[in-house]
Nanobody, 124 residues
Framework: QVQLVESGGGLVQAGDSLRLSCAAS????????MGWFRQAPRKEREFVAA????????TYADSVKGRFTISRDNTRNTVYLQTSSLKPEDTAVYYC?????????????????WGQGTQVTVSS
């Protein structure tokens, strides 16, 4: 059983940056593919980024490509999402997720464990 705790969200202005963190416990972190998703009010949860077990392989949603960077530190059992050039449409609750797998996953229903989320609000 893996527990995930996100942090780093907040209220920022358009164009600002934030670094989100997700600390994992209770499992062998380096056996898990990790993903970031987000959910805005009245919208479905959407994929943001995913990273493979070693951190070498990554994939991003088109909407964040070039602005967001996912990374992980397996010595700290933590995955990060560095955001930049934030836009009002990036406003959402951001969730990290873990899947015991070696293949990257972009579908939310493929992930086994979820954090409680951290709110990111971008004002114009």
């Amino acid at each position: 059983q893996v527990q995930l705790v996100e942090s780093g969200g907040g209220l920022v202005q358009a164009g600002d940056s934030l670094r989100l963190s997700c600390a994992a416990s209770g499992g062998s972190f380096n056996n898990y593919v990790m993903g970031w998703f987000r959910q805005a009010p009245r919208k479905e949860r959407e994929f943001v980024a995913a990273i493979g077990r070693t951190g070498t392989i990554k994939t991003y949603a088109d909407s964040v490509k070039g602005r967001f960077t996912i990374s992980r530190d397996n010595t700290r059992n933590t995955v990060y999402l560095q955001t930049s050039s934030l836009k009002p449409e990036d406003t959402a609750v951001y969730y990290c997720a873990a899947k015991l797998d070696f293949m990257l996953q972009t579908r939310a229903d493929r992930y086994d464990y979820w954090g409680q989320g951290t709110q990111v609000t971008v004002s114009s």
